[in-house]
């Protein structure tokens, strides 16, 4: 599956923001799809995922209450919603999928949303100005 990403720009403190990832070559419905960011210098960090076993959105303490992850099937296409969102949001955010059947959670987030997954898209840069 190929993956690209799109929807990052400039926002005020507390503004919104929805980045969209469009799949092609496969369905995401056969995937555990999720967002990840990472600021230079720093370590990558999942955020918001649905998990491949149970369908359910799992989401970083960082952004939970606050960002939504979804699916939409006919589209094709994995959404993260990103609301009151704050200057630390800032970061080049990167959509993400795969296949792997976890069973195990880690700090809350299922494995692949821990430690990273197979398929990438392009990072989006998504800045949060104070």
């Known amino acids: 599956v190929q993956l690209q990403a799109s929807g990052g720009g400039l926002v005020q403190s507390g503004g919104s923001l929805r980045l969209s990832c469009t799949a092609s070559g496969d369905t995401l419905e056969n995937y555990g799809i999720g967002w990840f960011r990472q600021v230079p210098g720093e370590e990558r960090e999942g955020i918001a995922c649905?998990?491949?076993?149970?369908?359910?959105?799992y989401y970083a303490d960082s952004v939970k209450g606050r960002f939504t992850i979804s699916r939409d099937s006919g589209r094709n296409t994995q959404y993260l919603q990103m609301n009151s969102l704050k200057p630390e949001d800032t970061s080049v955010y990167y959509c993400?999928?795969?296949?792997?059947?976890?069973?195990?959670?880690?700090?809350?987030?299922?494995?692949?949303?821990?430690?990273?997954?197979?398929?990438w898209g392009k990072g989006t840069q998504v800045t949060v100005s104070s």
């Open positions: 649905i998990s491949l076993i149970d369908g359910r959105a």
């Open positions: 993400a999928a795969d296949k792997f059947r976890h069973t195990e959670f880690i700090a809350g987030l299922p494995l692949p949303c821990y430690y990273g997954m197979d398929y």
